[in-house]
T-cell receptor
Framework: RKEVEQDPGPFNVPEGATVAFNCTYS??????FFWYRQDCRKEPKLLMSVYSSGNEDGRFTAQLNRASQYISLLIRDSKLSDSATYLC????????????FGKGTKLSVIP | GAGVSQSPSNKVTEKGKDVELRCDPISGHTALYWYRQSLGQGLEFLIYFQGNSAPDKSGLPSDRFSAERTGGSVSTLTIQRTQQEDSAVYLC?????????????FGEGSRLTVL
């Protein structure tokens, strides 16, 4: 089982739709969780951290389920500019510095 | 600019040649990472530098790969005797520390094509 698994998509949704991505991780000792965004042929950038209690940043909501070892990202009222690949990222392992990236879920928001 | 700078942005080389990729991190960032991203694949961890500590080289795929970081700043990733499977985008990232905050600042990458 891969450390971090995501549905690769693509998810093709109309503007204004709500879309959700899930990510599962295999290491139960994982400590910290994040979502990154990567635009086509660009570098990844941090979108948001994921806290145990769930957290929201505008149209974006991230949730963590430690018991089931999955993380979710919900995007409400999708915009064309949300089109990108969303990477699930987990910090686990002996050191606190190793970020493990999922392969990403591609989102295309269609006019 | 103030971001992570990588060079070259594109490199085409012949199989068997050596290549050097350079990364200039954000000033003041003590942690520096190299990742590799192949087409359709996730980011693959290669190596991590933190201050003056010994680097974590556990992600280097073979002994053809090496990296150094001089003076705690600029880093060079060297690939010897390149193979076609080395073709990928090599991404460098830096952070203030070991990044428990999870925020790495990436450069735009060096796209390597081995013919």
């Amino acid at each position: 089982r891969k450390e971090v698994e995501q549905d690769p998509g693509p998810f093709n949704v109309p503007e204004g739709a709500t879309v959700a991505f899930n990510c599962t991780y295999s290491n139960s000792a994982s400590q910290s969780f994040f979502w990154y965004r990567q635009d086509c042929r660009k570098e990844p950038k941090l979108l948001m951290s994921v806290y145990s209690s769930g957290n929201e940043d505008g149209r974006f909501t991230a949730q963590l389920n430690r018991a089931s070892q999955y993380i979710s990202l919900l995007i409400r009222d999708s915009k064309l500019s949300d089109s990108a690949t969303y990477l699930c990222v987990v910090i686990s392992g002996a050191g606190s510095y190793q970020l493990t990236f999922g392969k990403g879920t591609k989102l295309s928001v269609i006019p | 600019g103030a971001g992570v700078s990588q060079s070259p942005s594109n490199k085409v080389t012949e199989k068997g040649k050596d290549v050097e990729l350079r990364c200039d991190p954000i000033s003041g960032h003590t942690a520096l990472y190299w990742y590799r991203q192949s087409l359709g694949q996730g980011l693959e961890f290669l190596i991590y530098f933190q201050g003056n500590s010994a680097p974590d080289k556990s992600g280097l795929p073979s002994d053809r790969f090496s990296a150094e970081r001089t003076g705690g700043s600029v880093s060079t990733l060297t690939i010897q005797r390149t193979q076609q499977e080395d073709s990928a985008v090599y991404l460098c990232a830096s952070s203030l520390s070991g990044s428990r905050t999870g925020e790495l600042f990436f450069g735009e990458g060096s796209r390597l094509t081995v013919l």
